[in-house]
């Protein structure tokens, strides 16, 4: 069983800054895709970035130019600059393909950033 454990997020102000991390608790195998989704309230969950184990990196219109995603094998980090109020949500780590059954999702992370 494959747990993804999230570190980082909290409350800051508008234009302030925040990391996020995920580490699989896994070693031996190669996680394909690793990245972030969020979830704002009364929204549904949407892409924010994401990075396959060769380095191509998807990024939510939203967010480019201002978050950045990097990832050292199975440990993924989401560095977010220049957050906005509309950014507030609940952040999942995930991680699917290469040696993996399924997809997974990490328990959650809240990020909220006032005006």
């Known amino acids: 069983q494959v747990q993804l454990v999230e570190s980082g997020g909290g409350l800051v102000q508008t234009g302030e800054s925040l990391s996020l991390s995920c580490a699989a608790t896994l070693s031996f195998f190669s996680i394909d895709v690793m990245g972030w989704y969020r979830q704002a309230p009364g929204k549904q969950r949407e892409l924010v970035a994401t990075?396959?184990?060769?380095?191509t990196t998807e990024y939510a219109d939203s967010v480019k130019g201002r978050f950045t995603i990097s990832r050292a094998k199975n440990t993924v980090t989401l560095q977010m600059n220049s957050l906005k109020p509309e950014d507030t949500a609940v952040y999942y780590c995930?991680?699917?393909?290469?040696?993996?059954?399924?997809?997974?999702w990490g328990q959650g992370t809240q990020i909220a950033v006032s005006a």
């Open positions: 995930s991680a699917r393909g290469g040696g993996l059954a399924r997809d997974y």
């Open positions: 990075m396959t184990s060769g380095g």
